[in-house]
């Protein structure tokens, strides 16, 4: 069985930074894509893509986001990082992590999802 559990959250400032992460454990061979999703209030059923990391460490990030937060992997310890600075209001979401992972050496990866951390951007 595979968790993913994110930390990080929290009520900031406008202009504030804040650095989420999300740690996988269980019965892992390999991590593939790592992303950041989120989920603003009063949105159920939009649900943006943040950024995405390959395994390779190529990287990609939601239009929104661009120059103001920064995606890592770690893989040795099986963790994703979102730095994310300059942050405003409409950064305000429940932030999910979500990654494809094997858990066996046969068949495809599968897509895993964490149980999300709030983040408040407001003064």
């Known amino acids: 069985q595979v968790q993913l559990v994110e930390s990080g959250g929290g009520l900031v400032q406008p202009g504030g930074s804040l650095r989420l992460s999300c740690a996988a454990s269980g019965n892992i061979i390999n991590i593939y894509d790592m992303a950041w999703y989120r989920q603003a209030p009063g949105k159920q059923r939009d649900r943006e893509l943040v950024a995405a990391i390959t395994r390779g460490g190529s990287t990609n990030y939601g239009d929104s986001v661009k120059g103001r937060f920064t995606i890592s992997r770690d893989n040795a310890k099986k963790t994703v990082y979102l730095q994310m600075n300059s942050l405003v209001p409409d950064d305000t979401a429940v932030y999910y992590c979500?990654?494809?992972?094997?858990?066996?050496?046969?068949?495809?990866?599968?897509?895993?999802w964490g149980q999300g951390t709030p983040v408040t951007v407001s003064s």
């Open positions: 979500s990654e494809e992972i094997t858990t066996s050496h046969y068949g495809p990866p599968i897509r895993y």
